[in-house]
């Protein structure tokens, strides 16, 4: 199994910038693809930014609409780590934000990190 643990979080003024971590460890399998969600208050989870792990993929980058231009996602295989770095952040990027993982191409993102609380004031 996998455990993913996040961290980064934290309040910051519109326009402001954040990275934040997620740290995988004690893996049985490698995962095949990671990804940030996020849920605010009242809302669905919903993708935020994606990318290969494993699995000798080409590699890619996937990101929602809400945050294309502004978030970018990246990786430390040797760390075990992928961040991610949130600029021109917006009020509405408020949320708690989940690290996941999966472990191949047709399963669910059943790996989730606790979440780490990202409050953007305006």
């Known amino acids: 199994q996998v455990q993913l643990e996040e961290s980064g979080g934290g309040l910051v003024q519109a326009g402001g910038s954040l990275r934040l971590s997620c740290a995988a460890s004690r893996r049985t399998f490698s995962p095949y693809t990671m990804a940030w969600f996020r849920q605010a208050p009242g809302k669905v989870r919903e993708f935020v930014s994606g990318m290969p792990w494993g699995g000798g993929q080409t590699y890619y980058t996937d990101y929602a609409d809400s945050v294309k231009g502004r978030f970018t996602i990246s990786r430390d295989s040797a760390k075990n780590t992928m961040y991610l770095q949130m600029n021109s952040l917006k009020p509405e990027d408020t949320a708690v934000y989940y690290c996941?993982?999966?472990?191949?191409?047709?399963?669910?993102?059943?790996?989730w990190g606790q979440g780490t609380q990202v409050t953007v004031s305006s």
């Open positions: 996941a993982a999966k472990e191949s191409p047709g399963s669910v993102w059943s790996y």
